[in-house]
């Protein structure tokens, strides 16, 4: 199987059509301009040492040149086996509110793209690890199933927003919930639920979740998108802003961070909480501690060894670069003896 590194290079082999329509316009030109300056059988005299052949062959030399230094740019790579390797690491679960108050914009542009942008960044940073999305709001439903492809995690997360969500509402407990089922049974000692939320739960019973998460080895983490202070939750009609979403007296609603929620859940999952703020969302120290789990393996994961093959094409033009010096464009001495030879007999 062969395969090419750096393809992005391909298209400089466009320039080689290029190159040579450019030579044979300058040779027509040269012959045109030669037949002007003086009649056809005069040109050995006038110009001795011309030699169109070499001329073809030297840039003959410098196309074979570029074509091989832009292969070797490109690296062909081959592979040469198929080797299994020990898939280790941690189960994280992502249990991501989706409720319309994640739209406030206390946290530019807002709470939940600010989110997501910070889970996009946590999935580059996974390696052997297994990752899977909860999205929730009055209820919770499995967006992405605990996977290690991390290219299909980044696809299911562009497509979450506050309107997949039928139900309003912010049910904590539900996700951990819905978390804990989606584990399943097996590394008990390695998985992990990281809740990111505003905290406005409107139920009780997210600390029993949590509780029963603890129980079962699991740790829960929290971050809180939002300020205490609170901020209105703005709607937008095709793309511009159309006001604030108001209660049924007509007043603008403000949603807060409840923090104290959060801290809670925290501490009864014997996790870390952390305040998103504009700076930073607290990911990276969510991270830091997911690194000190206990990695269990997976399973084994199979791939193919590939190997760089660009030194022959890089070789190859370092060798006709180091000819083309010692072809000369002029006639040599025992072609110009040849032709003295011939003019003689004649």
Not at 20 to 44: G, P, V
Not at 240 to 259: F, M, S
Not at 286 to 295: A, P
Request: contains cysteine.
């Amino acid at each position: 199987m062969i395969r090419y590194e750096n393809i992005e290079y391909l298209f400089a082999l466009g320039i080689i059509p290029l190159m040579l329509i450019i030579f044979l316009l300058y040779m027509r030109w040269k012959s045109k301009a030669l037949k002007k300056f003086a009649d056809k059988n005069l040109h050995e005299i006038i110009v001795p040492d011309y030699s169109k052949q070499k001329q073809i062959v030297k840039f003959t030399l410098t196309l074979f040149i570029f074509f091989m230094l832009i292969i070797g740019l490109m690296n062909p790579q081959m592979g040469s086996k198929t080797a299994e390797a020990e898939q280790k690491g941690i189960d994280i679960m992502i249990c991501l509110d989706v409720s319309n108050s994640m739209k406030a914009e206390d946290i530019a542009p807002n709470r939940l793209v600010r989110a997501k942008q910070s889970i996009s960044k946590l999935i580059e940073k996974l390696n052997g690890d297994r990752i899977g999305i909860i999205v929730f709001a009055g209820n919770a439903y499995v967006q992405l199933p605990i996977t290690s492809d991390y290219g299909a995690a980044k696809l299911f997360l562009d497509n979450i927003d506050t309107d997949i969500a039928p139900v309003q509402g912010t049910s904590i407990s539900n996700a951990i919930d819905l978390a804990l089922q989606s584990f399943g049974k097996n590394n008990a000692n390695s998985k992990s639920i990281i809740v990111i939320t505003d905290g406005e739960d409107h139920e009780d019973s997210a600390i029993e979740s949590t509780k029963n998460a603890a129980d079962n080895n699991i740790i829960v983490h929290c971050i809180g998108m939002g300020s205490p202070d609170g901020s209105p939750i703005p709607i937008y009609y095709n793309g511009e802003p159309a006001g604030y979403r108001k209660d049924r007296e007509g007043n603008t609603i403000v949603t807060k961070l409840n923090e104290n929620i959060l801290i809670e859940i925290a501490a009864t999952g014997k996790g870390t909480y952390v305040r998103a703020t504009n700076a930073e969302t607290g990911l990276n120290t969510i991270f830091n501690q997911l690194r000190k789990m206990e990695q269990n393996k997976f399973g084994t994961k199979v791939f193919t060894d590939y190997e760089d093959r660009f030194q022959p094409f890089i070789l190859i033009s370092l060798l006709l670069l180091t000819t083309s010096f010692f072809v000369s464009d002029k006639k040599s001495e025992w072609w110009k003896r040849l032709n003295l030879f011939g003019q003689k007999n004649a």
